[in-house]
C-alpha cells in the first residue's frame, strides 16, 4: 500500500542494455572475445615482499656478527662471502653495539634494494655491496629458517680464546 502511494515504479530502476555497451563512440559497439586463455601459475612464485641476503649468523653483544653459514644460490654466496667472516659495519653502523635483533632488521629490507657490509677475513678488510633478494627465490629450507625466527645459541667468549 505505501509502494503505490509513493508511486514507485520497479520498472524504472531497471538499467537499459544500450546503456551497458562501450560509452566510446569511436570503438565498435559490441566486443566479442574468443578463445580459451591458459596462465601457467605452476612455476610462479609468491613474492614474500622480505629482502634477504642469505646467511645464517651468531651474533653476541660487544663482538662483530659471526657468519655462520652461507646458503646456495643467495645474493650472499654469489657475492664471494665465506663462513667464519665477520660482519664489522651493516651502512656504516658497527655491529658490536647491536644485538641480534637490530644485525638482522639491517641486513633484510625491501627485495631489490642494496645494503654495504664492512667484512673482515682473516687480516684483511673490505667493503662489499649485495642486493636483497626475495625470500621465495630462496629454497623452501631456507625460507622455514628465516620464518621461524633467530635461533639463540649460547656459547662463552672464553671458547674463542686461546688460553682459557
Known amino acids: 500500500m505505501i509502494i503505490s502511494c509513493l508511486g514507485f515504479n520497479f520498472s524504472a530502476g531497471a538499467i537499459q542494455e544500450q546503456k551497458l555497451k562501450s560509452p566510446r563512440t569511436d570503438s565498435p559497439k559490441d566486443i566479442i572475445l574468443k578463445g580459451t586463455v591458459k596462465e601457467d601459475v605452476s612455476e610462479a612464485k609468491q613474492l614474500t615482499?622480505?629482502?634477504?641476503?642469505?646467511?645464517?649468523?651468531?651474533?653476541?653483544?660487544?663482538?662483530p656478527s659471526y657468519i655462520e653459514q652461507i646458503y646456495s644460490n643467495s645474493p650472499a654466496s654469489r657475492s664471494g662471502l665465506r663462513p667464519k667472516d665477520l660482519i664489522f659495519a651493516i651502512d656504516g653502523i658497527r655491529t658490536d653495539r647491536l644485538n641480534s635483533d637490530s644485525v638482522y632488521q639491517l641486513l633484510a629490507g625491501d627485495p631489490g634494494t642494496k645494503v654495504k657490509i664492512f667484512i673482515t677475513?682473516?687480516?684483511s678488510m673490505f667493503n662489499i655491496e649485495l642486493?636483497?633478494?626475495?625470500?621465495?627465490?630462496?629454497?623452501p629450507e631456507v625460507q622455514n629458517r628465516y620464518l621461524s625466527g633467530p635461533i639463540a645459541v649460547p656459547f662463552s667468549t672464553k671458547d674463542y680464546l686461546p688460553y682459557h
Open 49 to 63: 615482499g622480505i629482502g634477504v641476503i642469505g646467511i645464517r649468523f651468531i651474533h653476541q653483544s660487544g663482538f
Open 131 to 139: 642486493v636483497r633478494e626475495d625470500l621465495a627465490n630462496l629454497s
Open 121 to 123: 677475513r682473516g687480516q
